[in-house]
């Protein structure tokens, strides 16, 4: 993986699996993640986001999370249509 770029949801999994794999076969986890090119501090998070989970249900999970996020920004786009109509119509402009 080249620095800088972030690995998708489906590769974060193979790559805690291949780390996985490593450790069990008695390697540490500084040397399996220096194997795997990714430093300790990211597949300890990695490890918390995705533990466990299978790389249909990562992916599944960041699909979610694009959806969430702009249905986030469809409710603050209305919500902020909605408080400038109220002032228009109270006319308060």
């Known amino acids: 993986m080249k620095r800088g770029q972030r ?5 974060v999994v193979l790559m805690l699996r291949q780390i996985e794999v490593q450790t069990a076969q008695g390697k540490s986890i500084a040397v399996a993640c220096k194997e795997a090119d990714v430093s300790e501090q990211s597949y300890y ?3 918390k986001e995705y533990g466990g989970l299978k790389v249909d249900q990562a992916k599944k999970m960041k699909d979610l999370e694009r959806e969430k996020a702009r ?3 469809l409710v603050a786009d209305l919500s902020l249509e909605k408080q400038v109509l109220a002032d228009v ?5």
């Open 45 to 47: 998070r990695w490890r």
């Open 89 to 93: 119509a109270s006319g308060n402009l």
């Open 7 to 11: 690995p998708s949801a489906e590769q």
């Open 71 to 73: 249905l986030r920004r």
